[in-house]
């Protein structure tokens, strides 16, 4: 198993690079420094527990994918979806619900 740190920095790359996002333009969307960005992906550093949390939220991670990596959490669209619904307000929350609906009724007319 993976050191969690080790785990974390290889998590941060790969969501990184999915994103097509340089280290500088992470840590400037973060507002952090560019040798905190490389440490974490060097595996030098461990975040804090408020920048674990901005950064997998940034990238929509699972946090049980970097804290577990031996589980088999198979990352799928409901995942993701629960993962972005917690981070809704109310009306945001309504708007989904609605679109949902909608969409589930257009296949049964």
Do not use: H, W
């Amino acid at each position: 198993m993976a050191a969690p740190q080790k785990q974390f920095g290889i998590a941060l790359k790969n969501a990184r690079n999915e994103k097509n996002l340089t280290q500088a333009e992470l840590a400037e969307v973060l507002d952090i420094s560019l040798p905190y960005i490389k440490d974490l992906e060097r595996f030098k550093n461990n975040p804090s527990y408020e920048m674990f949390k901005r950064i997998i939220r940034y990238f929509n991670l699972s946090a049980d994918a970097i804290i577990y990596p031996e589980k088999d959490l198979s990352d799928d669209t409901l995942q993701k979806l629960e993962r972005l619904l917690t981070r809704c307000n109310e009306q945001q929350l309504s708007v989904v619900l609605a679109t949902a609906e909608a969409l589930l009724a257009m296949e049964d007319a």
